[in-house]
């Protein structure tokens, strides 16, 4: 009997591993603080797609570790961590890693974050893993399915709220307190019309779209619900999806063809086909239709990073001015095409105007 029982326990775990294989390998290293706290940051490698894994490793070393990724360094945190003779910061670093399969990787990072006080955060993303590229909503969504997704997210949120406040006596000490605060942030959440940055991660067959808790840190010992979570099926947002992401859950794997909104990318190119470059650009709405632009670039001989700011317009014409050190030193000017930013790179003076292109490639 124990036998039997030890060769089907095998037997299942090679058909799990069989069903659903790990996309990449996921080392790790750490480091300790200062006060002698152990932080651990993820690797991710792979045989046959290390150009895809180094691009989500850029991604996560930019992000959360303000640092251009290079393998073989040590100070990994070292401008996170507390400096000497300071409390702000961040440490305590770890990761979870939600889904590894062939069509995404998310994983989310956790950390605390010390300012005029010391607070948890867990900090979430998505990434195609054929492509290694970042995911945002609105490259699962268009815009009109957007809306209705948020409107279904926000339905659960509100829901969970308004069902807990006939729990809360106000009669007891803080109860008018507490019912106060879910008041407001229920009333925040029904007036927010999109979920364009809602943090989400992907589990294997569905969706997961989070959210904040309503207490600020004042507040959180008063704060019984805490964050919030709710999980959508692929099945049910197969409705929403847009035809990229309907192909991608077909073909079983992700692929950016044609139209790719830019939004918070890693981005390759070069300047004058000699000067290899790699940028992070995030677009954020205007009142006028444009949209603002802010980001950073290095060249990758040197991985120095320089600052981005700007502006796109509707005909997708854009202007980048790069400041370094607080100095305006140059400026990036073309047009979107397509998944492509292209155009002329110009020198702080004028002195020098170079071609320059940028792509998810």
């Not at 990229?244 to 918070?264: C, P």
């Not at 030193?329 to 073309?334: E, I, Q």
Request: proline share 2%; hydrophobic share 40%.
């Amino acid at each position: 009997m124990n036998i039997k029982h030890g060769f089907l326990t095998i037997l299942l775990l090679l058909l799990l591993t069989v069903v659903n294989p790990q996309y990449y390998t996921v080392a790790s290293f750490s480091n300790i603080d200062r006060f002698n706290q152990e932080s651990i940051f993820p690797v991710l490698e792979s045989k046959k797609h290390q150009s895809a894994a180094d691009r989500i490793n850029t991604y996560l070393h930019l992000t959360v570790l303000d640092q251009v990724y290079e393998n073989d360094r040590y100070a990994y945190f070292e401008h996170v961590f507390p400096p000497e003779d300071e409390y702000w910061g961040q440490s305590n670093f770890d990761f979870q890693v939600m889904t590894n399969n062939e069509l995404f990787f998310s994983i989310a990072i956790m950390y605390e974050s010390t300012g005029a006080y010391t607070e948890s955060f867990v900090e979430y993303y998505t990434f195609s893993s054929f492509t290694g590229e970042h995911l945002t909503l609105n490259d699962f969504f268009a815009e009109t399915p957007l809306i209705d997704v948020s409107s279904i997210v926000k339905e659960r949120f509100a829901k969970r709220i308004k069902s807990y406040l006939p729990q809360i006596d106000k009669k007891e000490e803080d109860g008018d307190a507490k019912y106060e605060m879910y008041e407001e942030c229920l009333s925040y959440i029904e007036s927010e019309d999109v979920l364009y940055n809602a943090s989400f991660y992907i589990k294997d067959t569905s969706m997961v779209f989070t959210r904040e808790r309503c207490s600020n840190h004042m507040m959180a010992a008063l704060d019984d619900l805490w964050t919030f979570e709710t999980a959508l099926t692929l099945n049910e947002l197969g409705l929403f999806f847009n035809e990229e992401t309907s192909n991608a859950l077909a073909k079983n794997y992700w692929e950016s063809n044609g139209d790719v909104i830019l939004n918070d990318k890693i981005l390759k190119g070069s300047i004058r086909k000699k000067y290899k470059i790699t940028a992070r650009i995030q677009f954020r709405p205007m009142k006028d239709g444009c949209q603002e632009l802010s980001g950073v670039y290095w060249y990758d001989k040197i991985k120095t990073i320089i600052t981005l700011n700007g502006e796109v317009d509707e005909a997708g014409n854009f202007e980048l001015i790069e400041y370094f050190d607080g100095v305006a030193t140059g400026v990036f000017k073309g047009e979107m095409q397509a998944n492509t930013l292209i155009g002329f790179w110009s020198s702080g003076k004028g002195t020098k105007k170079l071609p320059f292109i940028l792509d998810l490639k």
